[in-house]
């Protein structure tokens, strides 16, 4: 998977910084004011977080790969 300098740089930001705060606001105000779905709504964030690293660690992977021996992934099988 190869993902576009501006997409990979706007899931980094979402998955590092984005997502976490959400989590952990969503997660601080639910319990000051009651909110439903107080530990549902931040697992969930996180899950999403932990997934979009995961796309983005291997588009890193695959662009560090390619880079370092002039071939994609799928050629070094």
Known sequence: ?????????ALKWLCI??????SSLYATLAGIWGWPFAEQIPQTLSAVGLAVGTVIGVSAANYNQKNITGKGAQDHA
């Open 1 to 9: 998977m190869k993902l576009s300098d501006k997409v990979y740089d």
């Open 17 to 22: 910084l984005g997502l976490p705060a959400l």
